[in-house]
């Protein structure tokens, strides 16, 4: 059928009627069906003529000095292009996201386990395998620096880096700290205030993203001189910041384009192999491709921060929380990447969202000789949510309250202020939320009549058929910011085209924003066609050529990328609208976009898009910047410093098996407000696998590391969930739009990932009667160890 | 590298005896990981995959024949009637992926403390032959005589394993696991548990939990003593908690375990009591509900 145009004609019921496919609706991704199929195209599938594999040799020790680096025999090896060091760089030696303070390849010394020393370039992987395996190194090795005692005491077990090269506000291997205190402080006077006093160790251990697509790309060298980089990452632009100056090429040279990522969760937010690839392209002048092996994406990204955490909470008999004083220690690893970040989210967010007149709070990031740490899905507020609400579940017990109305009496919402004395203004339901998840529907007992062991901890393992089996339900919630905070401005770009393609309006949106499986390009074509009334949106390949869009992290990009793509894509509306006018002459005041249309609410359609583009185009490009924030004053942590928060709460049902500590989570349930769901699905889907990341983080997920030493570099051992292990998450999404926000969105993907895992293990201690203070809950830590 | 590719069991033996270091696949399931995780890079590489005996099994009735390479998902299926020890076992191998191509054979090639078909063979008797055939002859190695050192089996240089002889069950059997998640895990430590009633013996076989699959030989010698002393096999009655419990602390005894990133060996040898202690009950309550319907 085709719809024919007549000016003036009040047939507007037909098209008004936004699209299905606009915001609000579900459309499905573009990448989803190729990804199931295994059709999709990663980064690490990319090829070209002639090129050259390159691979890296990494460090066996945690702490070394180099003392000579023989790469003779590697470059003798018939199918070698090049074999580098750092002398070989051209430009600067360091790089980093926040502080420059890791060098390209190793100089002289050794900070952690598998950093990179020198580079092969061959035409077979196999060839550069070899090759690599030849670089023959002389180390002298030297005791690593791991624990939090060694750390703090540089005057008897060393620096990790030495004081004079510290490049920020670092001390004796301390990366970055942040203190804050609010009300009174925690003082001996405001301690007596309180009835009841509950304190706490605990600690977190190192969790992974473990990305599925590894660390890979293709850098081809162009002949202009500069270089263009096919890449899986998070962030294209400051990717390129960070490259340009080692390669010592202007960035306008250094383009980059984005290749398809196989996950991300903060992994891919450092430089990993691009500088790599580049370097050896430009060296041999001939393209380069990098892929990790799964080991080597072990060592050759940064991990979750593992924590040791000292908590005491005071309240007074009828549950009002008095004060909290606590201490978060982040191990760092060998250097800074996000730490001081994550220090910042810590120190701010470490409370939770809870009204507590005082608080003191002290974080640090440790350098150590322990792999880097950075930025993971949570950011500094996952550590600290595990802390909190073991507090909340220890002070409920002790005052002999219902967990869940403690937490609500004390719950913060829109109005309060937070300790950095930032006023939440826009809807913080807390109460709310803990309300809805503890009103959910409980999953049915466990059938001991029909038992199916895929049902039982250990499933088919076959480990029990019902014997030792204890059920346990646990509550939490948690708090997590959304964008960049402390004062950056990590604004967006887009550009939106519109055109007539094939006889029908298309519109274009072009970004370099990193889709990495969160779905931004599905919202972005659903944004544009709900602001310019179109169907048909193509989504321009991610690159350099357009300005930045700020990392794919922070639960930012709809928020950011998104409120650029509405930006820019109504001011392509307007622009349109006014043509019309010039052309026709139109004064009518109520003119909008609609069913591929140009239409007034009272006289009806105007003309038809195709008809006043013509051969024309409409093509604009916006920035979007949320409003400014303020650094934290370093000492009392005072400051506007977030953009905005965001809030989940969880219910997780567990059964044990008590006799052989083996868990299995039941069903993991969380409500959450999104502000507004642009696409419901898509928030469901976020939700869901940010509650299965951090049921990871609860029972199984944690790199273990021994005298600096990886141990568990592989998929045989470092475990995430299957489905077997992951339960039924229900998920209940309240609306309440943010004033501040595009369509008052809330970022969605972190919330539920700081607030799920201490659910579960307070599901696991209701079940056990266990303290539990270490994550992931080991079964030995149900059995033999039973610490505290 | 070479790829040697013989169609037949003849040819794979010949090739086998010209390059001994000729590394054999059959499913792959660990040769590539091991290749892919650098661990070795062998000169020769022995593809099994054409010869399609080795994915057949047959039954005489009182002992099964299974092909080196039929795959546990075949196992699964076809055969836990008369293996389901073993049966049991293979269900907890991986992921579906895994079991369509991973098969005994292998798991007996690579000879893993953390492989799960050894705790079922080592439980389904003395009377388990692994057969291995070179060039010279054919071996039958009893199954205990097979597992030499970690990752290390009696195999030659020459041998390939053909097939396994597995006594068919004549009394119930089972099989336990423990991993830190609910499926495609690493064994933690495992306990294959059989009851023979015809010869008034029971088999055990303990997994990941020493250099070598081995057996818990006194707890098999108590339990056995303990079952025809009180006559039990006759009459089905309980067990009684102290016989389980005593029975559940020799597993454990039996056990040489170490602390790795997997568990800790005090867990390993807790968790292997505990285990010990529900598949004899979960076996006896079987074998005293078949005696009481029999009589
Ligand atoms: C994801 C994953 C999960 C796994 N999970 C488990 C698990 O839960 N439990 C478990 O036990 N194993 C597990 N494994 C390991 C593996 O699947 C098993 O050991 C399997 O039994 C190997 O069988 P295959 O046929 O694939 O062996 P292959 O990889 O082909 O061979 C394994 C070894 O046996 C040798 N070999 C093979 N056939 C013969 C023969 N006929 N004669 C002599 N030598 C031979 C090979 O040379 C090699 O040394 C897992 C592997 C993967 C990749």
Redesign the interface.
Known sequence: MTTRTIQGQKNLQNINQASKDGIGGSPLRPDGNLKVKGEFAYSSDLWHEDMLWGMALRSPHPRANILSVDISEALKVPGVYAVLTHEDIPGAKYYGLEIQDQPALAIDKIRYHGEAIALVAADHPETARRAVKKIAVEYEVLTPIVTEEQCLDPETHGYVHEPHEYKSHAYGNVCHEQRLVSGLGVTDEVRALADVIVSGDYEVGMQDQAFLGPESGLAVPAEDGGIDLYIATQWLHVDREQMAPVLDLPEEKVRLTLAGVGGAFGGREDISMQIHACLLAQHTGKPVKIVYSRDESFYGHVHRHPARMHYEHGATRDGKLVFADCRIVLDGGAYASASPAVVGNAASLGHGPYVIPNVKMHAIALYSNNPSCGAMRGFGAVQAAFGYESQMDKLAAELGMDPVELRQLNAMSEGDFMPTGQQIDSPAPVAELLRRVKDMPLPPPLDTEHLDVRQLPGALSNTSHGEGIVRGVGYSVGIKNVGFSEGFDDYSTARVRLEVIGGEPVAMVHTAMAEVGQGGVTVHAQIARTELGVEQVTIHPANTEVGSAGSTSASRQTYMTGGAVKLAAEAVRRELIEKGRRRYGWTHQDITLAGGKVVSESAGVLVSMVDLLGDEAVDLTREHHHRPTQAFDKETGQGFGHVQYTFCANRAVVDVDVELGLVKVVELTAVQDVGKALNPLSVVGQIQGGCTQALGLAVMEEIIVRDGKVRNASFTDYLIPTILDTPPIPVEILELPDPHAPYGLRGVGEAPTVSATPSIVAAIRNATGLALNRIPVRPEHLTTEQPG | MEFLRPATWDEALAAKAEYPTALPISGGTDVM?EM???VHRPSAILDLNRITELTEWSNDGSVVRLGASVPYTRIIEELSGPLPGLA?AA??VG?PQIRNRGGVGGNLGGASPAGDAHPALLAAGRDVFVEAASVRGTRMIPIDEFYVGVKRNSLAADELIRAVHIPVADGPQ?????????????A?CAFGFALHPKNGTVGTGIGSAAPTPRRAVEAEEYLRDVLAERGLWESGDLLGAEVVQRFGELVKAAASPIDD????A??RR??LA??AR?TLT?CWNDYSKQIRSAA
């Open positions: 990981v892919n995780f650098d049991l269900h907890t992921s089972q099989f336990s696991k423990i991993g830190t998640r609910n499926a495609m895990v690493i933690v990133v997997r568990g800790t005090e867990y807790h968790s505990v285990m529900r979960w």
